[in-house]
């Protein structure tokens, strides 16, 4: 399984970034698809995820406004749009992937790529 994030990059405060993960070797469509943050000296932090069948979709509170979260299956992707990013956004963005239901607790996840740098300033 590989799970590959793209998309980050710099960015000033207020602008916007869409990321990306495209899954491989897994049965996309049967898994929940999560997006994860690490900033630097901070300990990982869910940001957002949806089911398998898109029914189901939870944000961080702090970030519902601003974030959204999409799938496409027939890509195997899932996206995470960023608008009116701010400078704590700076983070490493993981995307995660496990069985059918949406979890927000990182250790339930089975799959994980190595992440996309968002650096956001203001």
């Known amino acids: 399984v590989q799970l590959v994030e793209s998309g980050g990059g710099f960015v000033q405060a207020g602008g916007s970034l869409r990321l990306s993960c495209v899954a491989s070797?897994?049965?996309?469509?049967?898994?929940?698809m999560a997006w994860f943050r690490q900033a630097p000296g901070k300990e990982r932090e869910f940001v957002s995820v949806?089911?398998?069948?898109?029914?189901?979709?939870s944000f961080l509170d702090s970030l519902k406004g601003r974030f959204t979260i999409s799938r496409d299956n027939a890509k195997n992707t899932v996206y995470l749009q960023m608008n009116s990013l701010k400078a704590e956004d700076t983070a490493v963005y993981y995307c995660?992937?496990?069985?059918?239901?949406?979890?927000?607790?990182?250790?339930?996840?089975?799959?994980w790529g190595q992440g996309t740098q968002v650096t956001v300033s203001s």
């Open positions: 995660a992937a496990r069985p059918f239901e949406a979890r927000i607790i990182a250790n339930e996840y089975n799959y």
């Open positions: 070797g897994l049965r996309f469509s049967n898994y929940a």
């Open positions: 949806i089911n398998w069948i898109g029914s189901n979709i």
